[in-house]
């Protein structure tokens, strides 16, 4: 399983719509591995949470996976559509 198949199994685990989330990840600038995440407009409460603690979470989770499979630096971008 690689970076975006966990991110992408994270979040529609937790969304209402699963069929909604799209997650792509490409490479930045210094070895950076960006990750976008868009989910639909009304699951956006449930993944950003009560002030942030739900997108802190998620993205706690993925730099842990990042760390144990060696990749360097992790962004994750959350957005609607």
Known sequence: ???TDYTTYLIKNIVKEPD???VSSFEGDEDTTII???VAEKDMPVVIGK???NAK???TLVNA???VNNIKRIKLN???F
């Open 20 to 22: 909604m989330v799209k």
């Open 65 to 67: 996976y990042a760390y």
């Open 78 to 80: 959350i957005d609607s």
């Open 1 to 3: 399983m690689n970076i």
């Open 51 to 53: 002030s942030g603690k």
């Open 36 to 38: 976008e995440v868009l």
């Open 57 to 59: 979470a998620i993205r």
